[in-house]
């Protein structure tokens, strides 16, 4: 999932330490969606909900459907300001590659999200039909119900899913920390042929200089 | 994205004229002072702006100046950081509109007739009307930054969101007509309310034009 380059969504940023929007960002974003509750019932329907995913995001007509009917928890059609904002810092944090931490941070409220059915268990083809929201690779999922699973029901209720967003959280900590390191060894390498190919350079002109 | 805007403004404001700029920075910088501390300003500035549409302007401006300098000495200006005294405040505020007032008869659509030399053909209404409509300009371009100060939001952030509103919503007129018919409530709803944001970003781009 990408957000479009210029859109409105794209000039939010998340807070990285507890993936929120900031009190101006979250009125800024109360403006658009007043903008986009053309009637005026705090609420957008699914059309104006397609049309405007559509406009801002890559995401095809049959991911949008899932995303209005995982959002829409009363089921009563409409998507209001709460759900919006919570599908906004999933499309950011995405966007920001902040996936883990995001769902770290918020184990609770994504776990409901997943938990299509309230049966209090999420099981493997949940995670598979929200994969392209939360980018959980297929690998991570195999590994999730085979380490998580501690019940055995191949479902994850909640204290088993919070267990996989701790792992998960200290995967991606990882991953940073090697990137970090690989960046910096990059950058010192570079600097050592810079600092080299100056000392044959100044080698060379003092050369010429005596002849 | 938090403290940008009123670094932007405060470029803004030192772009414009010399002469102007002190006089605007003390008044711009007192406001957003008095905003910080006193969210309640907020609330009356709307409506005093409002009513400053309604009416003749020159009179109404300075009802205004009035008005704010009365609310700010119910509300305790020696909360601001400046500290400034109500009455000194007052009068820096008449001051400034009387000096707006001279520069109008020196400004510039005036000043091409008066190189003409038709000074003395002029009526004294036409120089009331052409006067007023100044005034009403240079205090619609007061009034954006005013409304931008109290919204907190970037005029250009509010632009982009319109227009972006706008495109969207406009897709979405297309799915209503073809799925429910043009004539159904809900429709007419969109369309009014398309219509609504149209003018309103017309009107923004011809007071940034003018």
Same mark, same amino acid.
């Not at chain 1, 209090?120 to 085979?146: P, S």
């Not at chain 1, 991606?172 to 600097?191: D, G, I, V």
């Given at each position: 999932m990408k957000l479009k380059k210029g859109s409105f969504l794209w000039y939010l940023y998340l807070d990285k330490l507890y993936c929120l929007l900031s009190v101006r960002n979250v009125k800024a974003l109360v403006?658009?969606? +007043?903008?986009?509750?053309? +009637?005026?019932? @705090?609420?957008? @329907?699914?059309?104006?909900?397609? +049309?405007?995913? +559509?406009?801002?995001?890559?995401?095809? &007509?049959?991911?949008?459907?899932?995303?209005? @009917?995982?959002? !829409?928890?009363?089921?009563?059609?409409?998507?209001?300001?709460? =759900?919006?904002?919570?599908?906004?810092?999933?499309?950011?944090? =995405?966007?920001? &590659?902040?996936? $883990?931490?995001?769902?770290?941070?918020?184990?609770?409220?994504?776990? $409901?999200?997943? !938990?299509? !059915?309230?049966? #209090?268990?999420?099981?493997?083809?949940?995670?598979?039909?929200? @994969?392209?929201?939360?980018?959980?690779?297929?690998? /991570?999922?195999? /590994?999730?119900?085979? !380490?998580?699973?501690?019940?055995?029901?191949?479902?994850?209720?909640? %204290?088993?899913?919070? #267990?996989?967003?701790?792992?998960?959280?200290? %995967?991606?900590? /990882?991953?940073?920390?090697? /990137?970090? $390191?690989?960046?910096?060894?990059?950058? %010192?390498?570079?600097?050592?042929?810079?600092?080299?190919?100056?000392?044959?350079l100044l080698g060379l002109n003092g050369s010429e200089s005596r002849i | 994205m938090e403290e940008k805007p009123f670094k932007a403004l405060a470029k803004s404001s030192g772009r414009q004229g010399s002469g102007k700029s002190s006089r605007h920075s003390d008044i711009r910088k007192l406001w957003t002072t008095a905003t910080l501390s006193q969210p309640k300003v907020n609330v009356a500035l709307s409506s005093v702006c409002d009513d400053s549409e309604a009416s003749s302007v020159g009179g109404n401006?300075?009802?205004?100046?009035?008005?704010?300098?009365?609310?700010h000495s119910d509300i305790g200006w020696e909360d601001s950081e400046d500290g400034e005294d109500k009455d000194s405040f007052r009068q820096e505020e008449l001051e400034e509109h009387s000096l707006l007032e001279l520069q109008l008869h020196g400004g510039s659509s005036l000043g091409s007739r008066l190189e003409e030399g038709d000074d003395d053909a002029r009526t004294e209404t036409e120089r009331s009307s052409s006067m007023s409509s100044l005034n009403f300009s240079k205090h619609t371009h007061h009034r954006a930054y005013w409304v931008e100060q109290q919204s907190r939001l970037p005029l250009p952030l509010r632009e982009l969101m319109e227009n972006e509103a706008l495109e969207i919503l406009t897709k979405a007129l297309q799915s209503y007509r073809s799925g429910i018919g043009r004539d159904h409530f809900l429709t007419k709803q969109l369309q009014r309310h398309i219509e609504g944001l149209k003018r309103r970003r017309n009107k923004r781009l011809h007071v940034s034009v003018h």
């Open positions: 403006d658009y969606f +007043h903008l986009l509750d053309v +009637h005026h019932k @705090n609420t957008l @329907n699914d059309v104006l909900f397609y +049309h405007f995913l +559509h406009h801002v995001t890559n995401l095809t &007509r049959t991911q949008i459907n899932i995303v209005f @009917n995982m959002l !829409d928890w009363s089921a009563v059609g409409e998507i209001g300001f709460d =759900q919006f904002y919570m599908l906004v810092c999933i499309l950011l944090a =995405q966007e920001n &590659r902040l996936e $883990e931490r995001f769902i770290f941070r918020h184990s609770r409220p994504v776990f $409901e999200l997943l !938990d299509v !059915d309230g049966e #209090l268990r999420v099981g493997a083809a949940n995670f598979h039909m929200y @994969n392209f929201l939360f980018n959980i690779k297929r690998q /991570e999922l195999r /590994e999730l119900y085979h !380490d998580f699973d501690i019940t055995g029901d191949r479902r994850l209720n909640y %204290k088993e899913f919070k #267990l996989f967003t701790i792992f998960f959280m200290d %995967k991606y900590q /990882e991953r940073q920390k090697a /990137e970090k $390191e690989k960046a910096l060894l990059e950058k %010192k390498r570079s600097r050592q042929v810079n600092v080299s190919q100056k000392k044959s | 401006t300075r009802r205004w100046y009035d008005q704010k300098a009365g609310r």
